[in-house]
């Protein structure tokens, strides 16, 4: 049985849980053992996933850089090495260039047998420094959401799921959410995340996420939504809050940015939105008409379970590993 091990800066990571930890039964059965080591907190942290880099038949780093002096030492140790990164983590976060991150992406890449891109944009860049990148999308178990949980019946809840890392882009959709409140009386912001917005200007439910739940605080509500500044940051973004709404048969107006736009289709799983006026246009529709929710939220499952879901992207990924003699 070969050895897989997979690295990264924690197992409670989005990029951890959805493109590394939810393969590992598949993996098994296709003759892996899986592993995972945390490289993050401590010098004997680093240690730890450096000695079971050396045993291990490939080595698959989850987004994290690593300085020259230990990326050299993991390149000595691994038989093989792949990088799988699903964010733009070669500029900053604000979608400005920085020299610091691409100086350690192209290291990262250039040592690498693989690359692996969570969308097309991010293969792009990643082809710069390395030919072998294969695209490999974020996609889940979409049979975690295929309950028909009971919506509410005093409010439409626009539901929004995310962290405080990208909470300003909800706090910028909030001007056009407050002007849809005008066609939509019971219309509520429900948040899955960290953070509460008690002054957000319309009805607000918080919910703290938790794996355990988010699949039913999902299914629960009416609509996802999904805002997104245009810049390099949010092209690096690998729609995984839009593939969450769809595969919960939720249907999506998202910003015509990125990823998203290439996941939702406007029309028949949601909605693509450039501004103010058609965020509270596609939100009002939405909102008074169950018919046209309940159509566009099932195509959305059928897309997902099509192309997004465990078994598809599994088949993409274990071609990658199986190419690597």
Same mark, same amino acid.
């Given at each position: 049985?070969?050895?897989?091990?997979?690295?990264?800066?924690?197992?409670?990571?989005?990029?951890?849980?959805?493109?590394? !930890?939810?393969?590992?039964?598949?993996?098994?059965?296709?003759?892996?053992?899986?592993?995972?080591?945390?490289?993050?907190?401590? %010098?004997?942290?680093? !240690?730890?996933?450096?000695?079971?880099?050396?045993?291990?038949?490939?080595?698959?780093?989850?987004?994290?850089?690593?300085?020259?002096?230990?990326?050299?030492?993991?390149?000595? !140790?691994?038989?093989?090495?792949?990088?799988?990164?699903?964010?733009?983590?070669?500029?900053?976060? +604000?979608?400005?260039?920085?020299?610091?991150?691409?100086? $350690?992406?192209?290291? =990262?890449?250039?040592?690498?047998?693989?690359?692996?891109?969570?969308?097309?944009?991010?293969?792009?860049?990643?082809?710069?420094?390395?030919?072998?990148?294969? &695209?490999?999308?974020?996609?889940?178990?979409?049979?975690?959401?295929?309950?028909?949980?009971?919506?509410?019946?005093?409010?439409?809840?626009?539901?929004?799921?995310?962290?405080?890392?990208?909470?300003?882009?909800?706090?910028?959709?909030?001007?056009?959410?407050?002007?849809?409140?005008?066609?939509?009386?019971?219309? $509520?912001?429900?948040?899955?995340?960290?953070?509460?917005?008690?002054?957000? /200007? &319309?009805?607000?439910?918080?919910? %703290?996420?938790?794996?355990?739940?988010?699949?039913?605080?999902?299914?629960?509500?009416?609509?996802?939504?999904?805002?997104?500044?245009? +810049?390099?940051?949010?092209?690096?973004?690998?729609?995984?809050?839009?593939?969450?709404?769809?595969?919960?048969?939720?249907?999506?107006?998202?910003?015509?940015?990125?990823?998203?736009?290439?996941?939702?289709?406007?029309? @028949?799983?949601?909605?693509?939105?450039?501004?103010? @006026?058609?965020?509270?246009? $596609?939100?009002?529709?939405?909102?008074? +008409?169950?018919? &046209?929710?309940? $159509?566009?939220?099932?195509?959305?499952?059928?897309?997902?379970?099509?192309?997004?879901?465990?078994?598809?992207?599994?088949?993409? =990924?274990?071609?990658?590993?199986? /190419?690597?003699?």
């Amino acid at each position: 049985m070969r050895q897989i091990l997979f690295i990264s800066k924690g197992e409670n990571s989005a990029s951890t849980r959805y493109r590394a !930890l939810q393969f590992f039964p598949l993996l098994r059965r296709a003759g892996y053992a899986a592993a995972h080591a945390t490289a993050a907190g401590s %010098p004997m942290a680093y !240690l730890h996933a450096l000695r079971l880099a050396a045993a291990a038949d490939i080595v698959v780093v989850l987004r994290k850089t690593f300085p020259r002096p230990l990326l050299w030492l993991l390149r000595r !140790l691994s038989r093989r090495l792949v990088f799988d990164f699903d964010d733009a983590i070669f500029c900053n976060t +604000d979608g400005s260039s920085s020299n610091t991150r691409m100086r $350690r992406f192209a290291a =990262m890449a250039a040592a690498c047998d693989h690359l692996c891109a969570g969308n097309r944009f991010l293969a792009d860049n990643a082809l710069r420094f390395n030919p072998e990148v294969s &695209l490999i999308p974020t996609s889940g178990d979409a049979d975690r959401y295929s309950d028909n949980w009971e919506k509410p019946q005093d409010f439409v809840d626009l539901v929004w799921i995310g962290s405080r890392s990208t909470r300003k882009y909800l706090i910028e959709a909030l001007p056009a959410l407050r002007l849809a409140t005008a066609h939509v009386p019971n219309l $509520r912001l429900k948040s899955i995340a960290d953070f509460d917005l008690p002054d957000a /200007g &319309l009805p607000t439910l918080a919910i %703290p996420w938790s794996a355990e739940t988010e699949a039913r605080e999902l299914g629960s509500a009416h609509i996802g939504i999904a805002p997104m500044r245009d +810049d390099d940051w949010s092209r690096g973004k690998c729609a995984l809050k839009v593939l969450q709404y769809m595969a919960a048969g939720l249907p999506v107006v998202s910003s015509d940015v990125g990823a998203n736009a290439g996941v939702v289709t406007s029309g @028949q799983t949601g909605y693509l939105v450039g501004n103010d @006026q058609s965020w509270v246009e $596609r939100i009002s529709m939405l909102a008074n +008409d169950a018919v &046209l929710r309940d $159509r566009l939220g099932a195509e959305g499952r059928a897309r997902v379970r099509a192309d997004y879901s465990i078994e598809p992207v599994f088949s993409r =990924m274990i071609e990658v590993f199986e /190419g690597l003699s």
